[in-house]
């Protein structure tokens, strides 16, 4: 059972994002917060859970899938809301959950033939900035009489420092996904293959 807590506290992760999603589109100062909250919230489960497994001795195999899965599905919503909301950019947001979960597709795939993965410094960086982005945002949203800040009002901040900051986000994302793929261009490759021979296999099982 004991085992079981890292894995847990990664499901309760996951569980949060759609509320968080909720309390957010609803909109107001009280749900807002309320979203706010849920998301550190479910950020610290993050934390937490990676502190247990490794000075515990509890990572599992389940954890190691779930766990970075879990991440991006938490870190894309707030994305993908700020963007619904009209706060981001969708191209932004479209440019860099497609980088992230490709990423973190082709780590599980290492995970899963037992070879491990290179990541880099320059990787480190686009996640703390992408973070630290979300939460300076949901922060900004908190302080009281602070205006809206959409894209269809280019007189508010928006312009000013949000934009800058999502701007070095895809450029980390761009440079750290190219290199990803050099780096570890032998399981793309490996990936690929075994992608397509599977499509043979299922194309030849029925018939086409």
Do not use: C
Not at 45 to 58: L, N, V
Not at 168 to 187: D, E, K, M, P
């Amino acid at each position: 059972m004991r085992k079981s807590i890292p894995n847990q506290l990664t499901f309760i992760r996951i569980l949060l994002t759609p509320v968080f999603i909720f309390y957010f589109i609803k909109g107001g100062v009280t749900n807002i917060r309320i979203a706010s909250l849920i998301y550190l919230i479910a950020s610290l489960t993050d934390w937490y859970d990676g502190y247990i497994a490794r000075k515990f001795q509890m990572v599992t195999r389940l954890g190691q899938f779930m766990d970075p899965l879990a991440d991006k599905i938490l870190v894309s919503s707030a994305l993908i809301v700020f963007a619904y909301e009209h706060y981001l950019q969708w191209w932004m947001v479209i440019l860099i959950v497609f980088r992230d979960f490709w990423v973190t597709g082709l780590r599980l795939f290492a995970l899963y033939i037992g070879k491990p993965i290179i990541t880099s410094v320059l990787a480190k960086w686009k996640t703390f900035l992408q973070m630290a982005f979300i939460f300076a945002l949901l922060i900004y949203l908190n302080i009281p009489g602070v205006p809206e800040i959409r894209l269809d009002r280019v007189q508010q901040p928006y312009l000013v420092w949000t934009s800058l900051v999502m701007y070095l986000v895809v450029l980390f994302t761009v440079i750290s996904g190219v290199q990803y793929l050099i780096v570890n261009r032998a399981h793309t490759l490996e990936l690929i293959k075994r992608t397509f021979s599977f499509m043979v296999k299922l194309f030849q099982k029925k018939g086409v």
